[in-house]
């Protein structure tokens, strides 16, 4: 019985902070209106209910009130892996032709807001294991639905 008891006590104990922290992503700034960023640097994002803060060495460079958040946007960029390919080629022309024909995505998510005179947007490239995490924690503090960029037609 006190066996069940230490156990429980210790389970509700180790999953309190899983409740209390805001969820927090590792993501690449891929360009924007972060002063002092340069495009390609990791960077942290955290999603909480009032603000979406981006961090970089642990330093807070960004608080963006969700409020503010006018658009959410994703899309992808596929391209077949030739360098990979030329490489391995060199060495065994089988497995090279076969890299050759296959193809990698990396998956971008847009943010862009306005809070009173502070205009801004960044885009950000996501793991393809997160990027979906990321966009349901956007639309769901936001309540904005993100768009597909790639289902965007321009028209000149």
């Known amino acids: 019985m006190i066996n069940r008891m230490v156990a429980t006590f210790l389970c509700t104990l180790l999953s309190l902070p899983a409740f209390a922290a805001d969820p927090v992503y590792k993501v690449k700034y891929d360009g924007g209106s972060l002063t002092d960023t340069k495009a390609g640097t990791g960077i942290t994002m955290s999603v909480g209910s009032t603000n979406i803060k981006f961090f970089k060495d642990n330093k807070e460079i960004a608080s963006v009130p969700v409020t503010a958040v006018t658009d959410i946007s994703y899309g992808q960029d596929v391209h077949r892996r030739v360098g990979s390919a030329i490489a391995i080629g060199a060495v065994t022309l089988g497995v090279g032709a076969l890299m050759a024909l296959s193809k990698s995505?990396?998956?971008?998510?847009?943010?862009?807001?306005?809070?009173?005179?502070?205009?801004?947007?960044?885009?950000?490239?996501?793991?393809?294991?997160?990027?979906r995490g990321i966009l349901a924690g956007l639309e769901g503090v936001t309540g904005k639905k993100a768009v597909n960029s790639d289902a965007m037609t321009v028209k000149n």
């Open 105 to 131: 995505k990396k998956h971008f998510v847009g943010l862009t807001w306005a809070d009173g005179d502070k205009k801004g947007g960044l885009a950000m490239q996501c793991d393809k294991n997160e990027y």
